[in-house]
């Protein structure tokens, strides 16, 4: 019998189709950082395309079964209580994050990608107060604001600004993936050979 006090995103077993969409996109072994991961669903799709991966959330009971797997790391930690940043000069080859948004953390997950590395990120937009929870707009991302973040710093790959109807989450999302480009400056200074 389902547990139905269990919160609606620990319910969902598949992996978020915009995850699984540019997973392929981060490098093959590369380490994958799930930000807020609830009940896993992204980590454990990383894992069997076997990426490490760190899973990260104030609450890793649904998670608890991949504390021993050899390639998986998870950590609890309240990122919104003043704590400093617990993967400090860590970086990723890629940052995952769905249904979540904490604004204090979003430049903090751009500097923590590797060159090359790939942000996937796909949360609650304004709008969405109208269908379903989150409601506040502090918890709502406004237009064009994931394409500000990665403005002048990360190549897009895609994004997209809307509502979905046809999954067990739905409302008003804004998502993006994107890439950080290879520092070349440093690439240039070793000249290659004829």
């Not at 050899?70 to 890629?94: C, K, M, N, Q, Y």
């Not at 379903?132 to 994004?159: F, M, Q, S, T, W």
Request: aromatic share 8%; charged share 25%; with cysteine.
């Amino acid at each position: 019998m389902p547990n139905d006090n269990k919160p609606k995103h620990l319910t969902i077993k598949e992996p978020s189709a915009w995850i699984t969409r540019f997973a392929s996109l981060v490098p093959q072994g590369g380490t994958v950082l799930d930000l807020a991961c609830g009940g896993g669903r992204n980590s454990r799709h990383f894992l069997e395309r076997g990426y490490k991966i760190v899973a990260v959330d104030r609450n890793t009971d649904a998670v608890d079964d991949l504390a021993t797997h050899g390639r998986a790391e998870i950590v609890t930690a309240d990122l919104e209580d003043g704590s400093p940043w617990p993967f400090e000069g860590r970086r990723f080859d890629g940052v995952v994050v769905t249904n979540y948004l904490y604004r204090p953390l979003l430049d903090i997950l751009v500097n923590s990608l590797n060159d090359g590395g790939v942000f996937i990120y796909e949360t609650f937009a304004r709008g969405n107060e109208e269908f379903a929870r989150p409601r506040n707009p502090d918890h709502l991302l406004i237009a064009g604001e994931l394409l500000d973040l990665a403005k002048g710093r990360l190549h897009v790959v895609a994004y997209e600004h809307g509502r979905k109807s046809e999954t067990p989450l739905p409302g008003v999302v804004q998502r993006i993936c994107a890439t950080k480009p290879f520092d070349f400056d440093a690439v240039l200074a070793f000249p290659l050979a004829p």
